[in-house]
């Protein structure tokens, strides 16, 4: 097997002058980069990756961790991040961990270990103060707000966007709203915000116009069938145009309002309204963020979609 010491040998130069052209160091003069690549060229030379993550204190590789798999928030924001990554040059690693603190914990400290040069942190269920602990480790940026801890952020101002739908219905003169919302709120900051707003702006009391659990477009369609018992029911407000999508399978948009989240082809193609976060734009903002010496802290701003 070619090794660098081979390189150099061939080359009439020394093994750091090849391990300069092997890390794009910039300063080899051309004539020396271009007779060693000739070499490596001919000689069908491999580079020992690890070797050169070792050099150079960098892989080039990121973990991004996910709560699932096959959800088209995550699927938002990842692809926002693989565009920035690919741009720069790096591997992204997904990691789905379903919520599952022991799955988290493995992956942190992964990290911890050197696994990857940082993490994104799309969605997770461990507290702020267990991630925080591992940032002398490695570079971290959570994808939401991370109030007074010293961890990156980018986040939605998912408050405001929720005040503001709920107060245009208002104002457009609907009264009987119902709201379907995924995670509880004792696990998720989001729905807890999203519930807030909508018992301060619409008013209402009434427990039963609120459908939980709901993620996928099955689960709009099973929600759909349930909001289909209530007389008068005028708008409902959804956490994803997916979701919106099932229940339009038991409503029709000429009788009741549907709104989506996030701005998906289905809300494009069945062309109601949707609140969207630009999670993309999060994705490739959190993935410059990794790179900061400080921690930074970016809001991305909402866009409500009113289509007719």
Not at 43 to 54: C, E, F, G, S
């Amino acid at each position: 097997m070619t090794t660098i010491r081979d390189i150099a040998k061939l080359s009439g130069y020394s093994v750091s002058t090849v391990s300069r052209v092997l890390n794009n160091h910039p300063y080899v003069t051309e004539e020396k980069r271009k007779k060693i690549l000739n070499i490596m060229e001919e000689l069908d030379y491999i580079p020992n990756i690890k070797a050169r993550n070792l050099s150079s204190g960098r892989s080039k590789h990121i973990a991004v961790m996910i709560p699932f798999s096959d959800h088209p928030y995550t699927d938002k924001i990842v692809s926002g991040i693989l565009k920035a990554a690919f741009k720069s040059g790096y591997k992204v690693t997904l990691l789905p961990t379903n919520y599952d603190l022991a799955i988290e914990k493995r992956y942190l400290d992964e990290l911890a270990a050197k696994a990857w040069d940082g993490m994104i942190i799309t969605s997770k269920k461990s507290s702020f103060d267990i991630i925080s602990k591992y940032l002398k480790y490695a570079p971290i940026v959570c994808c939401e707000d991370t109030g007074d801890y010293p961890i990156s952020c980018v986040s939605i101002d998912r408050g405001k966007s929720y005040h503001d739908l709920f107060t245009l219905l208002i104002k457009q003169g609907y009264k009987k709203i119902g709201l379907t919302v995924g995670r509880p709120e004792k696990d998720s900051a989001s729905t807890a915000i999203v519930l807030e707003a909508y018992r301060k702006i619409i008013g209402s009391t009434d427990s039963s116009l609120i459908f939980r659990d709901c993620r996928t477009y099955e689960d709009g369609i099973i929600a759909g069938k349930y909001f289909s018992q209530f007389e008068d029911l005028e708008a409902i407000v959804t956490n994803g145009d997916d979701v919106a999508a099932g229940i339009l399978q038991t409503f029709s948009l000429k009788d009741i309002t549907v709104i989506g989240e996030e701005n998906l082809l289905s809300s494009q193609l069945l062309k109601f309204p949707t609140v969207d976060h630009h999670l993309d734009q999060c994705g490739e903002a959190s993935f410059h963020l990794l790179f900061k010496n400080e921690p930074e802290t970016i809001l991305v701003l909402h866009t409500y979609i009113e289509r007719k």
